[in-house]
């Protein structure tokens, strides 16, 4: 659902980063924010509830390169995590070219993992999605703490599809980059086959 802006030449992708409350999902576009060169970033955008932030910022990749002409530009954003915030999330998902689901690696986390995986492909349906139609990837977060759950064993119940994985430490940059090329690498080849 990508969107095309002629007189600027550019194409803007979505992609969302989906996940659990507390997951790491905002530490993950700041950390990206952070690091990105002034030039090829737009403005940090926050909307806060009472008790979670929703961040969304753009940034132009500089060595993705270019599509028949047009730079690609990347429109990054997170959904709240908490349940009472599904309204939010489905109209975050509208237009989604790429999601990131940013898993807890806790092991008390797990049962929030599998509850927001679910919650992701139920409201893709509602949206006239299928998550298996739609470039994703899994990041498995937060892998410093003591109580993480182990890397097979996370895959086992979150990733059965086989799609790209990685683990990460977001507040230190670990697997964030990682992350991020790999799901703008399959947004570019899906607007490549001319979807």
């Known amino acids: 659902m990508s969107f095309i802006n002629w007189a600027s030449r550019e ?18 576009l700041q950390y990206i924010y952070k690091k990105t060169k002034p030039e090829a970033k737009g403005k940090m955008i926050s909307l806060a509830t009472e008790t979670e932030r929703t961040l969304f910022f753009d940034f132009l990749p500089l060595s993705l390169g270019d599509i028949r002409g047009f730079k690609t530009r990347f429109h990054l954003y997170t959904v709240p995590g908490q349940v009472f915030y599904d309204a939010s999330r489905k109209l975050i998902l ?51 703490l003591p109580n993480v759950v182990n890397t097979p064993e996370l895959r086992r119940m979150l990733n ?13 940059g670990q697997g964030v980059f990682e992350t991020l090329k790999a ?13």
């Not at 194409?11 to 999902?25: A, D, E, F, Q, S």
């Not at 092991?107 to 470039?135: C, T, V, W």
């Not at 059965?160 to 230190?172: H, I």
């Open 11 to 28: 194409i803007n992708c979505k992609i969302v980063y989906y996940g659990p409350g507390l997951c790491g999902k905002t530490t993950n």
């Open 94 to 144: 509208k237009g989604v070219d790429g999601i990131v689901f940013v898993a807890d690696s806790q092991e008390e986390r797990i049962d929030a993992n599998m509850e927001s995986f679910e919650n992701l492909k139920h409201n893709l349906i509602e949206q006239g999605y299928n998550l298996d139609q739609i470039p994703y990837v899994i990041q498995y977060n937060k892998r410093d």
């Open 183 to 195: 799901i703008a690498k399959q947004v570019l080849v899906e607007l490549k086959k001319g979807k």
């Open 160 to 172: 059965q599809k086989n799609v790209p994985d990685f683990e990460a430490v977001a507040s230190s």
